[in-house]
């Protein structure tokens, strides 16, 4: 069987504002089968808009975006034919090994890597400071907000 560009498997670390957008977005360009890996006790700064709230509320929804707190890696496939983002609590990100995603995106914004590496999918992003691009990841994404210049970005590829 072909794959198509809908048929990459996503894994987003991280289920906070920043992910959640990426996350939104990424579903909302039809890209479905995206899954989020959340700790115990999340922390975002504007809840309302971040899936991590599906941690503590078994499930949440963003502007029409569903999302799931699941339990095991196993429940990720079921939740994708719901149309629905699953999120995980998985500090150490095993489910990665356990899906092996096409792309992973780091969105913890810890402002430092935590562990993220190239070899977890063959395209791995990182979002905010802390990435090195062809060192730790294949392109990092800078995600700081320039006081008067909102529409600029920073990208780097290795």
Known sequence: MTE????LIIAIKG??????????????????NIFMMEIE???????RVSFCEAVHDEKFVVEGVK??????????????NNSIIPVIVDPDWKSIKAIQPHVVVDAIIA??????NLSEAPLV?????????????HIVIETIRF????????????
């Open 125 to 137: 992003i990182g979002l905010g400071p802390g990435f090195e691009a062809g060192r730790d990841v």
């Open 41 to 47: 006790n999340p922390i975002a700064v504007r809840r």
């Open 111 to 116: 402002k430092k890597n935590l562990g993220t």
């Open 67 to 80: 999302a799931k707190k699941i339990f095991k890696p196993d429940d990720i496939r079921t939740a994708w």
């Open 147 to 158: 006081p008067h210049n909102h529409h600029r970005y920073l990208y780097s590829f290795s």
């Open 15 to 32: 289920a906070g504002e920043m992910a959640t957008g990426v996350a939104w977005r990424l579903f909302q360009s039809n890209f479905k």
């Open 4 to 7: 198509t560009i809908k048929d």
